[in-house]
């Protein structure tokens, strides 16, 4: 890789810029916090409802000894957390409408839908 | 017990797609398949221990260790996999051609493979993890149906390295003057998609903004579920719903990886004019 590559890392460099220029400064930091526990296998609530729009934290406790895996492919979020613990995950801006989530080592009775309107 | 198995199957088959296609993009290496095979187990270790670990894993960083984890593993897998198509850019074709000097191809051969060891290790590391872990929760739990369960698992392994295996051989069959060409497409595209699941991660962990999320909703045509869904998902990195960031990481890794091919190869000729 001798010749030829001077030229990569300042391209490179100029799509770094061009995105870092692109990014709205509040990348950071939710607009609220919302609670999901998993106990006996399932979620509670079942039905979450958040308000559109915003980026919110999702704290989901798994009160169950075993772990869990929280996937959504409406919200494209997967988590693995383990038991006796909590993780959070940040989802949204989202349009209204259902989105439905599990937890996919018990699918047939973890189960959700986050319902933003 | 068919619950299980889907679950498994989806896991293995990611590792699985990726290292039928790395070993076929490697077959003219000598040896490769000792490093494959050590990769496989490191990888196979790795996981153990990952899922093991999986909570302090996950309270690092304040609670986004995981993501920070799954992000890096992808990065490190993304980068060894561009040196693998840069290197053959320049050096699939005396490969392929059967020259076997001594001295630097066979050094440039062990380099080549310790890469693919890692890129294999880690792909079964990431997806051997969530395994364990979901295998561990059957097994913890006193339910009556864990043994089901545990075999239903089973045949999702057997199922994912069979497809696993199908990718390889019907590689194999390319004829051998397309064949570098299309490993080397694959490969990009797949660290391509590997990319594109970093960044997914970092938007997860608010590290990353998603920008217009979702870019394009095509759940309902190709559900990430289905199996030409999950196969694509492997293969192409599909995503139903790719947040906009997503799709940026994924183009810059396709036309960096693409553009030090092409400097490559270049070189390669510049330096060896054609008889």
């Known amino acids: 890789m001798k010749n030829g590559f001077k030229s990569l890392p300042s391209y490179l460099g100029f799509i770094q810029i061009l995105l870092i220029l692109m990014v709205p400064v509040e990348v950071l930091g939710a607009d609220g916090e919302y609670s999901l526990v998993i106990q006996e296998h399932r979620f509670q609530p079942e039905e979450l409802k958040i308000p559109a729009g915003k980026k919110v934290k999702l704290i989901i406790e798994n009160r169950d000894a075993t772990p869990e895996e929280f996937e959504s492919h409406a919200l494209n979020r997967e988590k693995v957390i383990p038991g006796k613990s909590s993780a959070s995950i940040f989802i949204g801006p989202l349009k209204p409408g259902r989105y439905p989530f599990v937890g996919e080592f018990n699918e047939k009775t973890a189960k959700g839908v986050i319902s933003v309107e | ?275």
């Open chain 2, 1 to 275: 017990m068919f619950g299980t198995a889907v679950i498994v199957f989806r896991e293995v088959l990611e590792a699985a797609v990726l290292i039928g296609i790395v070993a076929a993009a490697t077959r003219s290496i000598p040896g490769r398949n000792r490093w494959l095979a050590a990769g496989l187990l490191a990888g196979l270790s790795g996981a153990g221990l990952v899922a093991a670990f999986a909570d302090g894993i996950g309270s690092l960083a304040s609670g986004i260790g995981q993501e920070l984890f799954n992000a890096l593993v992808l990065g490190i897998a993304v980068l060894m996999l561009a040196w693998h198509n840069i290197w053959m850019a320049s050096h699939g074709a005396e490969l392929a051609a059967g020259a076997r000097a001594v001295g630097s191809a066979i050094r440039a051969g062990k380099r080549e493979c310790s890469v693919l060891l890692v890129v294999v290790g880690l792909a079964v590391l990431r997806e051997g993890s969530e395994t364990v872990l979901f295998v561990y929760g059957i097994a913890a739990s006193e339910a009556s149906g864990a043994s089901s369960m545990l075999t239903g698992g089973l045949g999702g392994l057997i199922l994912g390295v069979a497809v696993g295996y199908a990718i390889y051989a019907g590689l194999l069959r390319v004829p051998m003057r397309w064949f570098f060409t299309a490993t080397g497409v694959l490969v990009l595209l797949l660290a391509a998609g590997m990319a594109s699941q970093a960044a997914r991660f970092l938007i997860q962990a608010d590290l990353l903004p998603s920008l217009a999320s979702p870019l394009w909703d095509t759940s309902t045509a190709l559900p990430e579920d289905s199996i030409p869904g999950m196969l694509l998902r492997s293969l192409i990195g599909y995503d139903a719903r790719p947040a906009g960031m997503q799709m940026i990481f994924y183009l810059t890794v396709l036309v960096v990886i693409a553009f030090g091919m092409k400097l490559a190869s270049r070189s390669v000729a510049a330096i060896r004019p054609e008889p």
